[in-house]
């Protein structure tokens, strides 16, 4: 089984940004965390992170034919993004959208999801574990089919 973990914007500011609200574990202490708990379940994973919507779309269409499903924080796009809902309506992809924070929780704008539109399932306000819940998640559709 073939995972891509899909981060947008800020992500990469993990454990800086917002620490209160975001914890303070490092972008690259969450890849190492996912791709271990990947290595345990014997799945393969791949992780990507961007800052530009246009790359992130790019990301997802190229996931066709390569990834059995996706985990995606689309970051703030998450309540701005059509293209990035259009691109995962596209692949088709069995996906779960995460969000470290408790999104209904914060902003009234946060409770604006585009990608959920797309998604199988969310996870939110699980912190960092959400990822491994997700792919958890994917994991358990895979063996169901």
Do not use: W
Request: with cysteine; aromatic share 6%.
């Amino acid at each position: 089984m073939n995972i891509r973990v899909i981060n947008g914007p800020n992500l990469n500011m993990l454990g800086i940004r917002e620490p209160d609200i975001y914890g303070k574990t490092t972008y690259a202490s969450l890849c190492q965390m996912i791709k271990d708990y990947a290595d345990e379940k014997g799945v393969d994973v791949e992780l990507f992170q961007s800052n530009h919507e246009g790359d992130l779309v790019d990301y997802i269409q190229d996931s066709l034919g390569k990834a059995d499903g996706i985990v995606i924080n689309p970051g703030a796009y998450t309540h701005t993004s059509i293209a990035i809902l259009d691109a995962a309506k596209a692949v088709n992809l069995p996906m779960v959208e995460v969000h470290i924070s408790d999104v209904d929780e914060r902003e009234p704008f946060r409770k604006t999801s585009y990608i959920r539109a797309a998604c199988l399932k969310t996870i939110s306000g699980h912190g960092i574990s959400g990822y491994t819940e997700a792919i958890d998640f994917l994991i358990g559709r895979k063996n169901e089919g």
